[in-house]
């Protein structure tokens, strides 16, 4: 099955173009302006309705029955895609990437720091997430240390050059706060935060004073007005407590992840820590393909406890081959599928995880397939959301109002006389000999 992703150049910031739209047509646009007019025809809902959907200026500017925008008497809709054989959903959005180390799982050593290798594998990783769905990313980079603040001015760049086609965040993480040793950390977040990086974290379970860890990064949040994400196993349920206590009332907001360690504590204990967490509004960002931090825990957070909290849990996909997770594929649909097939989410509740919560715990604005939400849109080879999530090899993604990437899937079978004589669905360019 064929999976074709633009390719970024090294050393450069172009512009990317998007993929030439097959269907119907092509958008068109520099991706710096209100894109031209979309129409996406016959699409299918999770309700199950066939509908027209047509986009202007970024959004979603009229939805329809199957033929009513097309007719005559109708503004002209510009270009047009067909979507009668897709399911038509919300984007994703990643809440939980490491561009800075993604892609190194094949080099020889630990991942390079090369400033112009590190925005070729951020580009490449965003373009590959892009693919799958996800329209926003948030990224968090290592500040300090022997990289100093190349690898996020690296992130940066390839932030600009992404403009258009993606929404790139930038996360700083220094390693350590507190104490003689924190002094420099701590001015470097600072620094990272005059520089570009718009949210704050890191991980306070490798300082030698994790409580005082999140309260510097929660006083240089309060003084820029940035969100705040914060890596953490959550094994320690009263340090996770002072945490969501800290972090309570704080706008515009603080997610914590992986927060895998909830699902060994003891049920009564880990009932206590989700009711401390909703109360404090934190969002926890859970990682069904695996950790990102290089250890060898393993597991995810406990997402239906959580939700019976009142805690916005929010999906993401951690490593994408690095040494990490050297299978990584930085999949949305993959994350939810996982939710589903092995931590008893509805399917519904799951794509909420990968889609609606991620929007929110990264501070956008919600998306329907209705008149007036942001043309933010994941269109699907299938009919249902279950198929969706089993088999999800042909997309088309819409960001800002027009076509961005685009992944088509062939499947071939010979000519058999079981399927002409059960009548069974059938792809194909020819015979498979």
């Given at each position: 099955?064929?999976?074709?992703?633009?390719?970024?150049?090294?050393?450069?910031?172009?512009?990317?173009?998007?993929?030439?739209?097959?269907?119907?047509?092509?958008?068109?646009?520099?991706?710096?302006?209100?894109?031209?007019?979309l129409?996406?025809?016959?699409?299918?809902?999770?309700?199950?309705?066939?509908?027209?959907?047509?986009l202007?200026g970024?959004?979603?500017?009229?939805?329809?029955?199957?033929?009513?925008?097309?007719?005559?008497g109708?503004?002209?809709?510009?270009?047009?895609?067909d979507?009668?054989?897709?399911?038509?959903?919300p984007?994703?959005?990643?809440?939980?990437a490491?561009?800075?180390?993604?892609?190194?799982?094949?080099?020889d050593?630990p991942?390079?720091?090369?400033?112009?290798?590190?925005?070729?594998?951020?580009?490449?990783a965003?373009?590959?997430?892009?693919?799958?769905g996800?329209?926003?990313?948030?990224?968090h980079v290592?500040?300090?240390d022997?990289?100093?603040l190349?690898?996020l001015?690296?992130?940066?760049?390839?932030?600009?050059?992404?403009?258009?086609?993606?929404?790139?965040?930038?996360?700083?993480?220094?390693?350590?706060l507190?104490?003689?040793?924190?002094?420099?950390?701590?001015?470097m977040?600072?620094?990272a935060v005059?520089?570009?990086?718009?949210?704050?974290?890191?991980?306070?379970?490798?300082?030698p004073?994790?409580?005082?860890?999140?309260?510097?990064v929660?006083?240089?949040a309060s003084?820029h007005?940035?969100?705040v994400?914060?890596?953490?196993?959550?094994?320690?349920?009263?340090?996770?407590?002072?945490?969501a206590?800290?972090a309570?009332?704080?706008?515009?907001?603080?997610?914590?992840?992986?927060?895998?360690?909830?699902?060994?504590?003891?049920?009564?204990?880990?009932?206590?820590?989700?009711?401390q967490?909703?109360?404090?509004?934190?969002t926890?960002?859970?990682?069904?393909q695996?950790?990102c931090?290089?250890?060898?825990?393993?597991?995810t957070?406990?997402?239906?406890?959580?939700?019976?909290a009142?805690?916005?849990?929010?999906?993401?996909?951690?490593?994408?081959?690095?040494?990490?997770n050297?299978?990584?594929?930085?999949?949305?649909?993959?994350a939810?599928?996982?939710l589903?097939?092995?931590?008893?989410?509805?399917?519904?509740?799951?794509?909420?995880?990968?889609?609606t919560?991620?929007?929110?715990?990264?501070?956008l604005?919600?998306?329907?397939?209705?008149?007036?939400?942001?043309?933010?849109?994941?269109a699907v080879?299938g009919?249902?959301?279950?198929?969706?999530?089993?088999?999800?090899y042909?997309?088309?993604?819409v960001h800002?109002g027009?076509?961005v990437a685009?992944?088509s899937?062939?499947?071939?079978?010979?000519?058999?006389?079981?399927?002409?004589e059960?009548?069974?669905p059938?792809?194909?360019?020819?015979?498979?000999s």
């Amino acid at each position: 099955m064929p999976d074709s992703q633009p390719q970024p150049q090294p050393h450069s910031e172009p512009q990317p173009q998007p993929p030439h739209s097959s269907a119907s047509g092509s958008s068109e646009g520099s991706g710096q302006g209100d894109p031209a007019s979309l129409l996406l025809c016959g699409a299918r809902l999770t309700d199950g309705r066939t509908v027209d959907v047509r986009l202007g200026g970024g959004r979603i500017e009229a939805v329809g029955t199957a033929g009513s925008l097309a007719v005559g008497g109708t503004r002209a809709c510009g270009a047009r895609v067909d979507l009668s054989s897709y399911l038509l959903l919300p984007a994703p959005a990643e809440p939980h990437a490491h561009g800075d180390t993604a892609l190194s799982a094949d080099a020889d050593g630990p991942a390079s720091h090369d400033p112009h290798d590190v925005q070729r594998r951020a580009t490449e990783a965003a373009l590959l997430q892009l693919g799958h769905g996800a329209t926003a990313l948030r990224a968090h980079v290592r500040v300090g240390d022997v990289q100093g603040l190349g690898a996020l001015a690296a992130l940066l760049q390839a932030r600009r050059s992404l403009r258009g086609l993606t929404e790139l965040t930038a996360v700083a993480m220094p390693r350590v706060l507190t104490g003689v040793a924190g002094a420099e950390g701590l001015a470097m977040l600072r620094d990272a935060v005059k520089m570009g990086a718009s949210v704050v974290g890191g991980c306070p379970d490798v300082d030698p004073d994790p409580t005082g860890y999140v309260e510097a990064v929660l006083e240089v949040a309060s003084e820029h007005g940035c969100p705040v994400d914060l890596h953490t196993d959550a094994t320690d349920p009263a340090r996770l407590a002072r945490f969501a206590a800290m972090a309570g009332g704080l706008r515009p907001g603080v997610a914590l992840g992986p927060c895998g360690g909830l699902a060994r504590l003891p049920t009564e204990t880990a009932h206590r820590t989700a009711d401390q967490l909703a109360a404090a509004g934190v969002t926890v960002v859970c990682l069904p393909q695996g950790v990102c931090d290089g250890t060898d825990r393993r597991g995810t957070a406990p997402v239906r406890l959580l939700r019976a909290a009142g805690v916005r849990v929010a999906a993401g996909s951690g490593a994408l081959r690095d040494v990490s997770n050297p299978v990584g594929r930085g999949d949305p649909l993959e994350a939810a599928y996982l939710l589903a097939s092995r931590y008893g989410l509805r399917p519904e509740e799951a794509y909420d995880a990968v889609s609606t919560s991620a929007r929110a715990a990264l501070g956008l604005p919600e998306v329907r397939v209705e008149a007036g939400f942001p043309a933010e849109l994941l269109a699907v080879r299938g009919d249902r959301l279950t198929g969706a999530l089993s088999l999800a090899y042909s997309r088309i993604v819409v960001h800002r109002g027009r076509v961005v990437a685009r992944t088509s899937a062939v499947r071939e079978y010979c000519n058999t006389a079981a399927t002409a004589e059960l009548g069974l669905p059938r792809q194909g360019r020819g015979e498979v000999s």
